[in-house]
């Protein structure tokens, strides 16, 4: 049987010491396998995003074990952990975090600039990015000649463009409008139906989460349960 690409096993995360200190995470146990869509669902406070960032190497456990395709992550080191998200991790935020005065093209190819990447690939590699999102025709645009939507999408093959093993999506609609909203969910649910892209999404809205194969709902640090969404949206 296959090794799952992403297992959290017992992880804790605390944030301070002493009395003042806070724990986000109390034993979090979840597997991931390659090309799954999974939602993470709970309410303020119940440890989603500080799974998120664990997952993301933006953050280590406390304690407990994470394991990338077999690879323990939280002995890494920070320049390991960076090479770790640099090259297998894409990220969408609900803020677009474009920069204002760039093209679509150039915000896309930013990535690939960090990576040391000649122009030429990055162009190439920039283009097929927003091909995929539907925007190859706006490359030239700036944020502010684009909808909310459209930026989000260039966010979206901003994360693509270093081809990585999983994306993470972290309240990718929260600052759309319901319509925007079902546009980049369907990208998303179309990009891990037909490239096998794994998909790892945090939202509080059930109308997103139910795009996802499995959704799984935090509470009070831990994993309250996770279902499987047999019809996704």
């Known amino acids: 049987m296959d090794l799952p690409l992403i297992s959290l096993r017992g992880i804790t995360k605390r944030f301070g010491e002493g009395p ?15 090309g799954d869509f999974v939602a993470i669902m709970g309410a303020s406070g119940s440890g989603k995003s500080t799974t998120m960032n664990i997952l993301g ?13 077999g690879v323990q992550v ?14 297998y991790l894409g990220f969408v935020f609900q ?8 093209t679509a093209l150039e915000n896309v190819e930013l990535p690939l600039l960090y990576r ?12 097929a990015a927003l091909e995929k999102v539907g925007l190859a025709a706006w490359s030239h645009h700036t944020p502010s000649e684009m909808s909310g939507g459209q930026q989000q999408r260039v966010a979206i093959a901003r994360a693509l463009v270093t081809q990585p093993d999983v994306l993470l999506a972290d309240e990718p609609t929260g600052n759309l409008d319901s319509e925007r909203s079902v ?10 139906a037909k490239a096998g892209l794994t998909v790892l999404l945090v939202t509080h809205e059930p109308d997103m989460a139910a795009y996802a194969r499995k959704i799984v ?4 640090g831990l994993v309250d349960r996770v279902e499987k969404n047999g019809h996704p949206a």
């Open 116 to 127: 040391g990447e000649d122009r030429r690939t990055r162009h190439e590699q920039g283009m």
């Open 57 to 69: 190497c933006l953050d280590v456990p406390t304690s407990g074990r994470y394991l990338f395709r």
């Open 74 to 87: 939280e002995g890494l080191s920070r320049d390991q952990r960076s090479l770790l998200r640099r090259r």
């Open 20 to 34: 003042a200190a806070f724990q986000a995470l109390k034993g979090v146990d979840l597997d991931i396998v390659t």
């Open 183 to 192: 546009e980049i969910m369907e990208l998303l649910a179309d990009l891990n």
């Open 217 to 220: 709902h935090f509470k009070d």
């Open 95 to 102: 803020g677009f975090n474009l920069l204002a005065r760039t």
